[in-house]
C-alpha cells in the first residue's frame, strides 16, 4: 500500500466491497504503477466505503477512465431477504411453482422442512393465458386481466413485478404482450419477464431466477444509482461497470437489468485475478482461497480455465439459473466466531462478528473469541499494527480473555492451547472445503498449486500444504485486494442461452444458425455501446446435448465459422463430431443406436479487455533494496506448542529472488503473511511469494 498517489488520466481502479472490508485497487497503466487501499465496508450503505476507498488513493476521480465494481449487495440481500416487496402474474395453475419447487427439503433426514418463497402467496396472481411447449398459443392471453392483476399488485405496495408464462422460451408472444400492457402503467422500470431473463426450459429454474431478479432490481438499481450520485458529485466521468459471476464484467444498464448476474460479484473477481497471476507464475492448475473477514471461498482452476455452473443456489430453495464461477463458501473467515457445543465439540463459524463491532481485539463490544482473534494471542498477527486502517492497536487481552472464557474454560485448556485449537479446527474446514472442489471432484491436489488472498489468507498457507498435500503455494503481491484487481483484469461478457429442442436427425441448421446470429448481434451490440477499449472479440458457443431417454445432458463445444460478425450454418456432421468426441471423454464410450439431441443452445460474447504487466507490480530490485534491509525485527511467536522467535520482514520491498526460511513472517498493509517451520519463501519476478517445503541449510 502507497501513499496518496497523484493518478493521471486513464487509471483504472478495481472496488471490492466485502462483509468486512472495501478492497480498492488503483492501476495507473501510463505510469506502471500500482496503489491499493483497505477501507472498513460501511453499513447498511455500502457506498461510504466505496468512496472512502477511492479517495485514499486518488486525489481527483476526474482522472479515472474506468472503474469496476465487486459487489456483495445482491448476495446479501438473497441472504437476508432483504429485497423489494414484488409481484408475480402467472399462468392460470401455476401459482405455486415457487412454492413447490422441485419437492425437495433443507435436511436429507426427515419429511418436512421450512421454506418462504420471496413472493408470498397473496402477491402471485394467475391470469387466462397458455402457450405449448411446441409454442403454439392455445390461448391467448387476456390482457384485462394482466392489467387487472398489475393493478392491484401495485395498490398492495409490490415496487417490482415479474410475469411467469408457461413454455415462453419456446414463443415469448404472450409474455411481451402482457409485459407491454403492464410497462404502460407501472411507475417504474423494474418489470421483468422470464423469456428476456432466462429462455430455457425447466419451469422451476425459469421462475425462480426471473423472481428472484425481480426481487433484487430496486435493491440493486438503488445501490448502483446512489454509487453513480456519489462517483459524479466528486467528478467521475469515466465508465462504471460492474462484475459479473461468471467472472466477466458488464454495464450498469445490464446490471440494474439483470441484477441476479451480480450473485458471487466479488468472489469470482478474486478467482479471475487469481487465474491471471498463477499463469503469468508458471501454474495453470489452482486451487483459490479467499478468507476475509466472514467467508473462505474456494475454487479450482484447472488448465488455466474456471470451473462455470450453469446453476447455484444461494439459499436453500433460492435457485439461479445463469453462469457462474463454482465457489465453495464456507463460514471460516478471519471474524468468524469460535464456540463449543454441548457436546463439548469445538466449532467455527458460521457467525461472524464482521467489521462492527469485529473480533474481541478490536475492543468494541464483543466478547466471543474469533479466528483473528486466536492468530493476535499466538503472536502471528502484530497488534500494535492491525491492517484496515480502522484501528490504532489490537486488544490482546480482550483476545485472550474471549478465547479463555469460550473455549479454554469449556475444554480444559489454558489460552494458547484454546487458542492453537481455534486455529486447527479453522484449517481443518479449510482444508475439507479444498478437498471439495479438488479430490471429491476426481482432481489430484498435488497437481495444483495453492493460492491464498484476502486479508487471512496469507496466515493459513503452510497449514493448507500439510492438511491437504499440496506442495506448493503462491501468496499474490496484494492479496488483500485480489478481488479488487480481478475487477480491472476481468473481460467484458455476455452470456446468452436458448431451448432449441430437437433429435439432430430433425436439426433445422439454418434456424439453430439464426439463433446464434441473434445471441452473435446482441452481445456485439452491448460491447460496441461499451466505453472499454477491447483487444480481441470471442464468440464460444455450445450445445446442451444428450442421447434420447437421458435427463443429464453435455456441455458440447462447437466451432462455427464467423466472417464479418455473420455465423455460417452449421453443419449436422460437425455436431455429431462434437458430441461424439465430448461424451466419450466423459463416459469412455458410446451408444451406437442412441438418438442424440440438442436441448439448449448457449452463447458467450466476451470482450477481451487489456491485461497490465505484472512485473509493475514487482519490487525494483537495486542495490539499496536487499533481504536484510526489508527485515523489521523479530518478536515470538507460537507454534506446536513453544514460542519460536520470529524474523519479520516488511513484504513489499523484499527484492525479486529473496529467500525467506520459516518461521518468518511477511507484513504489509493489507494482509499478513505467514512462513512455518520447516517452510522457504520465494520472492518471483512478479513479486508473489512461492512457499514450500525446505529448510535452510
Known amino acids: 500500500m502507497t501513499g496518496k498517489s497523484d493518478v493521471t488520466t486513464g487509471s483504472m481502479v478495481g472496488v471490492d466491497v466485502g462483509g468486512t472490508f472495501t478492497d480498492v485497487f488503483v492501476l495507473n497503466e501510463q505510469e506502471g504503477t500500482a496503489a491499493v487501499a483497505k477501507v472498513p465496508t460501511t453499513k447498511p450503505d455500502q457506498s461510504g466505503g466505496f468512496m472512502a476507498g477511492i ?16 459487489t456483495t449487495a445482491g448476495t446479501n440481500a438473497l441472504l437476508e431477504r432483504k429485497g423489494a416487496r414484488c409481484g408475480v402474474i402467472t399462468t392460470e395453475g401455476l401459482r405455486d411453482v415457487l412454492e413447490m419447487r422441485r419437492r425437495d427439503r433443507p435436511r436429507t433426514w426427515g419429511l418436512r422442512g421450512n421454506f418462504e418463497p420471496v413472493v408470498e402467496r397473496q402477491y402471485r396472481l394467475e391470469v387466462p393465458e397458455r402457450t405449448l411447449a411446441d409454442g403454439s398459443i392455445r390461448t391467448p392471453v ?58 430455457e426450459i425447466r419451469e422451476f429454474e425459469r421462475f425462480s431466477t426471473t423472481a428472484l431478479n425481480a426481487f433484487l432490481q430496486p435493491e ?10 456519489a462517483m459524479h458529485s466528486a467528478g467521475f466521468t469515466g465508465e462504471f461497470m460492474i462484475v459479473q459471476s461468471n467472472g466477466g464484467v458488464m454495464s450498469v444498464d445490464t446490471a440494474c437489468r439483470l441484477p441476479v448476474r451480480t450473485a458471487l460479484s466479488g468472489p469470482a473477481a478474486g478467482v479471475i485475478a487469481a487465474g491471471y497471476i498463477a499463469q503469468c507464475a508458471g501454474f495453470d492448475n489452482v486451487v483459490t482461497g479467499d478468507m476475509g473477514g466472514t467467508s473462505f471461498d474456494v475454487s479450482l482452476i484447472a488448465n488455466g480455465q474456471s470451473m462455470l455452473s450453469p446453476q447455484t443456489s444461494i439459499d436453500f430453495g433460492m435457485v439461479l439459473r445463469t453462469p457462474m464461477i463454482e465457489i465453495t463458501t464456507i463460514g471460516a473467515g478471519g471474524g468468524s466466531i469460535a464456540w463449543v457445543d454441548k457436546g463439548g465439540l469445538l466449532h467455527i463459524g458460521p457467525e461472524s462478528a464482521g467489521s462492527d463491532p469485529g473480533p474481541a481485539a478490536y475492543g468494541l463490544g464483543n466478547t466471543k473469541p474469533t479466528v483473528t482473534d486466536a492468530n493476535v494471542v499466538l503472536g502471528r498477527i502484530d497488534s500494535s499494527s492491525p491492517i484496515g486502517g480502522k484501528l490504532a492497536s489490537l486488544d490482546t487481552v480482550a483476545a485472550s480473555a474471549a478465547i479463555d472464557k469460550h473455549v479454554g474454560e469449556p475444554l480444559g485448556l489454558n489460552t494458547l492451547d484454546a487458542a492453537e485449537a481455534i486455529l486447527r479446527v479453522a484449517n481443518s474446514r479449510m482444508a475439507g ?36 498435500g499440496i506442495g506448493k503455494a503462491i501468496v499474490p503481491r496484494y492479496p488483500g485486494v485480489t478481488s479488487a484487481m480481478g475487477c ?32 452473435v448481434d446482441q452481445g456485439l451490440a452491448i460491447l460496441s455501446a461499451s466505453k472499454t477499449r477491447f483487444i480481441a472479440r470471442n464468440i464460444i458457443f455450445e450445445l446442451d446435448m444428450a442421447y434420447a431417454g437421458q435427463t443429464h445432458t453435455l456441455s458440447v463445444p462447437v466451432s462455427v465459422e464467423i466472417n464479418d460478425d455473420t455465423v455460417s450454418v452449421i453443419t449436422k456432421e460437425s455436431i455429431i463430431e462434437a458430441f461424439d468426441a465430448t461424451y466419450l471423454q466423459s463416459f469412455g464410450r458410446l451408444l451406437p ?89 520465494r520472492v518471483d519476478e512478479f513479486g508473489n511469494t512461492i512457499i514450500e517445503k525446505g529448510t535452510q541449510a
Request: aromatic share 8%; charged share 20%; net charge negative.
Open 55 to 70: 479517495k485514499q488513493q486518488v486525489n481527483d476521480l476526474s482522472d479515472i477512465a474506468v472503474i469496476v465494481h465487486g
Open 142 to 199: 387476456d390482457l384485462k386481466s394482466v392489467k387487472a392483476a398489475a393493478e392491484k399488485l401495485l395498490a398492495e405496495g409490490c415496487d417490482a413485478i415479474a410475469i411467469l408464462f408457461a413454455n415462453s422460451y419456446a414463443n415469448a408472444e404472450n409474455e411481451s404482450k402482457a409485459a407491454d400492457v403492464v410497462r404502460n402503467m407501472w411507475p417504474n422500470p423494474h418489470v421483468t419477464t422470464s423469456s428476456e431473463i432466462l429462455p
Open 593 to 681: 443406436k442412441g438418438v442424440r439431441r440438442i436441448i439448449n443452445l448457449r452463447s458467450a460474447i466476451t470482450g477481451e479487455r487489456p491485461k497490465f504487466d505484472l512485473r509493475t507490480l514487482a519490487p525494483v530490485n537495486d542495490s539499496s533494496n536487499t533481504t536484510a534491509s526489508s527485515t523489521k525485527q523479530s518478536r515470538q511467536v507460537y507454534f506446536d506448542k513453544q514460542w519460536h522467535d520470529t524474523a519479520i520482514y516488511d513484504r513489499l520491498t523484499l527484492p525479486v529472488g529473496a529467500e525467506i526460511f520459516g518461521p518468518a513472517i511477511l507484513e504489509q498493509p493489507d494482509t499478513t503473511v505467514l512462513i512455518e517451520p520447516g517452510l522457504v519463501g
Open 488 to 519: 480491472v483484469i476481468a473481460d467484458m461478457r455476455q452470456d446468452f442461452v436458448q431451448t432449441f429442442m430437437t433429435t439432430l436427425d430433425a436439426l433445422d441448421n439454418q434456424a439453430l444458425a439464426a439463433f446464434m446470429q441473434s445471441h
Open 433 to 468: 472445503a479444498i478437498r471439495l472442489v479438488s479430490i471429491e471432484r476426481g482432481f489430484d491436489p498435488k497437481q495444483f498449486v495453492f493460492m491464498p488472498f484476502g486479508g487471512g489468507g496469507g496466515l493459513h498457507a503452510g497449514a493448507m500444504l500439510s492438511e491437504v
Open 220 to 229: 440493486v438499481s438503488g445501490y448502483i444509482q446512489r454509487l453513480e450520485n
